[in-house]
């Protein structure tokens, strides 16, 4: 482990050295405050101060259509494995998107483990970018504890005006450095103004609910029956973008794409979402969730308890990325905020 500093006027040359070896993705403007991450070349595209992109880079990890399996029963069973993946550098990753990213590393690194997601996740190196601002009104990454970095990175970048501050986390991200003579060793003063920015951060990045996090768990039991499950169920659209633009969501469906010609075709994992009023219906047409209502429970119920009974870790990142892109305004803020007003009238 160590500390860097990179000048800003060497930052642009950092990313061409970078392009030449790897493919760069990073957070690109796309104009009405809204961001993607995309292949970049150089450090001119990139969007050092963005609020969350409309995807998270989760995309990377786990594309949305995936061919996992091609087969050809012509003569008798013969079926190829796909494992299809590409290494490249994510640069610009912001903390609620990497602690995303952490979260779906455990599920897939659960048993049974998901190979192809290992093998994609293992040539991706990550570049965090710290947010010296806070977001917007719909992020709740305070409240998540997820506004500071906190691992889960090879390298991870602070602005810090004319340079940023460098901490070089994992091997691979030493190797990187070790290879670019960009770089300079950081002095106490850089990690005092390191410092600073962080201080200053406490004082801004405020829990935006009001809700203690260890609580989240019990208020979510206590309200199971409440009826602001219905009050939102009844605005839901069930368009599933909730959960299509969420860093942790992971839930997919299996599908065989079969030629015309009955023999050759291929297995497809695509994205799905609990929102979907099919994604909880079993043979003989029983559907667990068949109200909308019950669907959005689960959905808070999944990154709130869930995930903290199986896993030791909530699956909401406070990226606010549900929000955002609500078109019934459903907000996460503020059905918490409203749970919490019925166990303390
Ligand atoms: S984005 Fe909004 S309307 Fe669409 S499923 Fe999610 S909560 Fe319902
Ligand atoms: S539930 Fe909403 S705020 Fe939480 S991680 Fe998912 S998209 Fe972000």
Not at 220 to 228: E, I
């Amino acid at each position: 482990m160590k500390y860097l500093i990179l000048k800003k006027d060497r930052f642009n040359h950092f990313i061409g050295l970078i392009a030449k070896r790897h493919t760069i993705m990073a957070p690109v403007s796309k104009g009405y405050n809204s961001y993607v991450f995309q292949q970049v070349t150089s450090g001119d595209e990139i969007a050092l101060k963005y609020i969350p992109t409309i995807i998270p880079p989760k995309k990377y990890f786990m594309p949305q259509f995936e061919t996992f399996l091609e087969y050809d029963k012509t003569w008798g069973e013969n079926m190829n494995a796909i494992v299809d993946y590409e290494g490249m550098v994510l640069f610009g990753v912001h903390t609620c998107d990497i602690e995303g990213i952490q979260a779906i590393n455990i599920v897939f690194s659960d048993r049974p483990k998901d190979f192809n997601y290992l093998a994609r996740k293992s040539k991706i190196i990550i570049m965090g970018l710290e947010c010296n601002e806070y977001c917007d009104e719909f992020a709740s990454c305070s409240m998540m504890h997820n506004c500071l970095p906190d691992g889960g990175y090879d390298l991870f970048f602070t602005d810090l005006g004319d340079y940023f501050y460098i901490h070089v986390n994992t091997q691979l991200g030493d190797e990187v450095v070790e290879s670019l003579p960009v770089f300079e060793d950081a002095t106490g003063k850089n990690y005092i103004e390191l410092g600073n920015l962080r201080s200053r951060k406490r004082e801004v990045f405020k829990n935006e609910v009001g809700i203690e996090y260890q609580n989240i768990p019990e208020l979510l039991r206590k309200t199971k029956d409440s009826p602001v499950w219905e009050e939102v169920g009844r605005k839901c659209l069930s368009c599933g973008n909730c959960t299509n633009v969420c860093p942790t969501c992971f839930c997919f469906n299996i599908l065989d794409d079969v030629n015309l010609d009955l023999k050759t075709g291929r297995r497809i994992r695509m994205w799905d979402s609990c929102q979907n009023e099919a994604f909880a219906m079993v043979a003989g047409g029983e559907n667990f969730r068949k109200e909308r209502s019950a669907r959005q429970k689960h959905r808070f119920f999944k990154k709130f308890k869930y995930t903290v009974d199986r896993y030791a870790r909530y699956f909401c990142t406070g990226c606010g990325r549900c929000s955002r892109t609500c078109m019934a305004q459903i907000y996460l803020k503020d059905t918490l905020k409203k749970l919490k007003e019925e166990i303390t009238r």
